[in-house]
């Protein structure tokens, strides 16, 4: 297993650089150059001049970029030019927000979908299995900005049942110790704050999970149906095993591999692709402010949060190969 999880680190280290190449081409490939799109309509020549001699923008291109990845390996991720903050450090004070509300999203998608998909195998062809289907097919036409929108005006606007927009009410004195709003009122006691905050994410997060639920139903469905047809089930069967023993040790167990892949890639994208439903929601997160930056063009921040998102994406990817292991022995075998 150890072998196995150097060799996936090992394979990151590529992916990494070619990203880094990437945006290092794309920032000097903007408009005018990067000191003219940095400066914008302040772009005089004397401002340009002394932006290229700060940010070394007029050396040779191998010397920036042997700098630019110096930088990134030190942890300089640059400076956002909206907040005059480090790019990591805007990136640290927002990323809790985003963790909870991809866990909300991911648990909500994964608590229905899941024994949604095994449930419409079990029963193909009845109404069930027909309900999975036309459900599965409108989480993913249906967009997540429309949704989002929908949830919000009649959960919050017209019923009045979960707050409209933010990440807590701002008149709770809460303790934010780590950032995570939930977890911090639950560690200091501070129950209300705890509860305020998780109704926040209820909508964003329900809104935001919508794909990734369509998605984990037919991929389970798909992968039971193949699995509860295979020899080893029907030996099962045969020798009068329970039912519940061949669902469990046999059945699931088997088809959760597609599963685990799409709960992993899902949730590198639900991390990635907050931007609408945290913007709907008002909910400042990652997505918003790189929301904020598109529109700001704050090139540093898109800069350094597509990388750090690339680094988080490559991890999860990481962690789903080591679950293979986990649930599929013969995978720790190969």
Known sequence: MLRVIGKRIALLIPTLIGLSVLLFAWVRSLPGGPATALLGD???????????AAYG???????????????????????????SRPVLEEFATRFPATVELTVVALIFAIGIGVPLGYVAARY?????????VVLSLLGITVPVFFLAFILKWIFAIQLGWLPTDGRQDPRIDATHAT???VLDGLLTGEYDAAWDAFTHLLLPGIALGTIPLAIIVRITRASV???????????ARAKGLRQATIRDRFVLRNAL???VTTIGLQLGLLISGAVLTET?????????????AIFGLDYPVLQGFIILIAIMYSLINLIVDISYGLIDPRVRVQ
Do not use: M
């Open 225 to 235: 149906l193949e699995v509860q047809n295979a020899d080893y089930v029907r030996t």
């Open 257 to 259: 591999l597609p599963v």
């Open 280 to 292: 709907v929601f008002a909910f400042s997160g990652i997505g918003r402010f790189l929301r904020d």
């Open 179 to 181: 950032g995570f709003f």
């Open 42 to 52: 302040r772009a005089t020549p004397e401002a340009v001049a002394q932006i290229n």
């Open 124 to 132: 193909r062809g009845r109404f069930v299995d027909h309900g999975s």
């Open 57 to 83: 923008f007029d050396r040779p291109i191998l010397e920036q970029y042997v700098t630019y990845v110096g930088k990134l390996l030190s942890g300089d991720f640059g400076t956002s030019i909206t907040t």
